[in-house]
């Protein structure tokens, strides 16, 4: 059971390049969450879905796109990207109803 | 909105000494709460939850917490740590009633334990 695999794991992008992050689980959950995590800062919310074709702006949304085309999947889009996106991002998801978040290994994206 | 402070940033223990560590969250409605921990380099695991019932919730590795709705605090504590308890620690709160699905983090809590 892998339960929630984030790919890549690792990237450096230069200024204004693109690139998407692909989120996966296999535990039939409902919601699916996308964080970044930076030093001092906590986990900040980035996009959330709560079913197949639903998405929605968490606390950090400007410069980020997301679709979850599958229930299974959630990407993450930086269409130009910038220093100030460097971070670790991780994704996370649940069961519907009251219950924790499962998180992936996190990928940690360099923007130089 | 809501929100949640971790007044504690960085902690040094010694070996065997007991730990509490802060967590504030800011709604008046029916709260379920969390406790994380990240050890280096790893991702977040689930310590331990409170959706309702009894306020003194034990989760994995002896630690604990206790809900005090009162005081909108749900602190987290363990009586004797270890070295391997090295790690970041992250209070974490989710309102249903209020209509959304968020989970809301604080900025967490650096344990430091010295062997």
């Known amino acids: 059971n892998a339960g929630v695999t984030q790919t890549p794991k690792f990237r450096v992008l230069k200024t204004g390049q693109s690139m998407t992050l692909l989120c996966a689980q296999d535990?039939?959950?409902?919601?699916m969450y996308w964080y970044r995590q930076d030093p001092g800062m906590g986990l900040r919310l980035i996009h959330y879905?709560?079913?197949?074709?639903?998405?929605a702006k968490g606390e950090v949304p400007d410069g980020y796109n997301v679709s979850r085309l599958k229930k299974q999947n959630f990407l993450l889009g930086l269409e130009s990207a910038a220093p100030s996106q460097t971070s670790v991002y991780f994704c996370?998801?649940?069961?519907?109803?009251?219950?924790?978040?499962?998180f992936g290994e996190g990928s940690r994206l360099t923007v130089l | 909105a809501q929100s949640v402070s971790q007044h504690n940033h960085h902690v040094i223990l010694s070996e065997a000494a007991s730990l509490e560590l802060g967590c504030n969250y800011s709604?008046?409605?029916?709260?379920?709460l969390f406790w994380y921990v990240q050890y280096p380099g790893q991702h977040l695991q689930l310590l331990l939850k409170?959706?309702?019932?009894?306020?003194l919730v034990k989760g994995i590795k002896g630690f604990e917490a206790e809900f005090i709705k009162s005081k909108f605090s749900f602190n987290l504590r363990k009586p004797s740590v270890q070295w391997s308890d090295t790690a970041e620690y992250f209070c974490?709160?989710?309102?249903?009633?209020?209509?959304?699905?968020?989970?809301?983090f604080g900025t967490g809590t650096r344990l430091k334990v010295l062997a």
């Open positions: 996370a998801s649940r069961r519907g109803g009251p219950g924790e978040l499962f």
């Open positions: 535990m039939n959950h409902e919601y």
């Open positions: 879905s709560v079913g197949e074709g639903t998405t």
């Open positions: 709604y008046g409605g029916t709260v379920n």
């Open positions: 409170y959706f309702s019932g009894d306020p």
């Open positions: 974490a709160v989710n309102a249903p009633g209020s209509g959304t699905y968020k989970y809301i």
